[in-house]
């Protein structure tokens, strides 16, 4: 029978909304025991972006598959000591409360690696320590602060978000490498550690090509940007690709929003390329032929290629471009990345079947491991594991677990 690559490993969840959910249901696919503590009012994503009445919605679905829930107000000494029993049987713990919120609970990191020397625990927050480090921290602040939203968006637009969730989900991925790292050190080592991740930080990571040619701008203009002015700062450049080998979204027929192909001009693409744009001089023309003399004459170059995309659909377009072997993808909605086939296939869009809502849609595991296959499982009820937990695995009796209940601790 096939073991997964963390099993064996229980991790306590104590994270909400996002950050914190993206990286432990990461760590639930790969077979860790994840165990979500939610205050019994439950994680606040449970009830936002509601779809479907009296049901969790696809916001808290999406972030927390594979998990148990059980529910635990942190608040009262009995729930202290249950926390405390948590923890002592944990081998990892995940927070991304505000700054100070565990250790004002009476957990801080000397108290927690106390009752457990063993464990990792891993912290979110929006920042590092310094003058952020208590601004309130949301996926768009993190993307504004950690250089993404100042170099997206087009010349003579204002900053802009990207879809992708880099502040968030992002930060998760990081948060993840870290405790898996953690984990790794402690078969060496036999003690825990500490696991600080910054959502900034994250972001910054992310965006270090423009950290890159900030410092090239010392030197003079970014050749391969298509901007034509250049001050003391790495400007926004549309689409374009950000490396060596310049790139572009052009339009296709029949121009709806997302009839766009991204197209790659390597040098050894070119005179392929113009050859489909019905311009094969431009191949050995001085003015055109050298990645050095198209450099000046991106926007151009483009319009020309677009001239040619311009009058096919962007899946033709797709087809006659790859057939030359030059870089290049359509550019797919939800719509139809939600209805592709071969997602469907490698089990990235995976439907899932929920005990209040019924059959939904989620993204599956992108983490491929020929000896941990993931099964994508619904998201948990609020509290649906209390009596397997407490009662099965931490010993209560039934009338104590009642008595819980009736009384606010669970």
């Not at 000494?77 to 919120?101: C, H, M, Y």
């Not at 060496?188 to 090239?216: F, I």
């Not at 970014?222 to 979204?249: H, K, T």
Request: charged share 20%.
């Amino acid at each position: 029978m096939t073991t997964k690559a963390l099993e064996g490993i229980r991790v306590l969840d104590m994270t909400h909304v996002q950050s914190g959910p993206s990286a432990t249901q990461l760590m639930a696919w790969l077979g860790a025991d994840v165990v979500k503590l939610e205050a019994p009012s439950g994680d606040i994503t449970r009830t936002q972006l509601r779809d479907v009445p009296d049901a969790d919605s696809l916001y808290f679905t999406m972030l927390n598959s594979n998990k148990r829930s059980i529910t635990l107000n942190t608040k009262t000494e009995r729930g202290k000591q249950l926390l405390t029993e948590l923890i002592r049987r944990s081998d990892v713990l995940v927070e991304n409360f505000g700054p100070g919120a565990i250790d004002r609970m009476g957990f801080t990191w000397d108290r927690i690696r106390e009752i457990n020397p063993r464990i990792v625990y891993a912290s979110i927050k929006g920042f590092g320590d310094g003058p952020y480090t208590d601004f309130k921290a949301y996926e768009v602040v993190a993307q504004a602060m950690g250089g993404s939203m100042a170099t997206t968006g087009f010349e003579d637009g204002p900053p802009m978000a990207t879809g992708a969730q880099i502040g968030d989900s992002g930060t998760g991925v990081h948060a993840v490498a870290a405790v898996l790292a953690a984990l790794l050190q402690r078969t060496r080592t036999g003690r825990g550690q500490r696991v600080n991740v910054a959502m900034q930080h994250a972001v910054l990571n992310l965006c270090r090509v423009k950290l890159r040619d900030q410092q090239r701008l010392a030197h003079g203009p970014l050749a391969e940007y298509p901007n034509e002015n250049f001050g003391d700062e790495v400007p926004r450049s549309g689409n374009a690709s950000g490396g060596g080998q310049p790139g572009w979204a052009v339009k296709c027929a029949p121009g709806g929003p997302n009839d766009y192909v991204y197209v790659i001009v390597q040098p050894v693409g070119w005179k392929p390329i113009t050859r489909l744009i019905g311009r094969p001089e431009l191949a050995e023309d001085p003015g055109w032929a050298t990645p050095g003399a198209r450099l000046p004459r991106l926007a151009k170059m483009f319009q020309l290629i677009e001239e040619w995309t311009t009058t096919l659909p962007k899946w033709q377009v797709l087809e006659k471009l790859n057939a030359e072997s030059i870089p290049c993808g359509p550019i797919l909605s939800t719509k139809e990345i939600i209805e592709d086939a071969s997602l469907v296939a490698n089990d990235m869009v995976v439907e899932v079947e929920h005990p209040e809502r019924g059959s939904y849609v989620t993204v599956g595991s992108p983490l491929k491991l020929s000896d941990s296959p993931v099964d994508i499982t619904a998201s948990p009820l609020l509290g649906e594991h209390n009596e397997e937990i407490y009662i099965g695995e931490l010993g209560l009796g039934d009338e104590e677990l009642r008595l819980l209940k009736s009384g606010g601790v669970i």
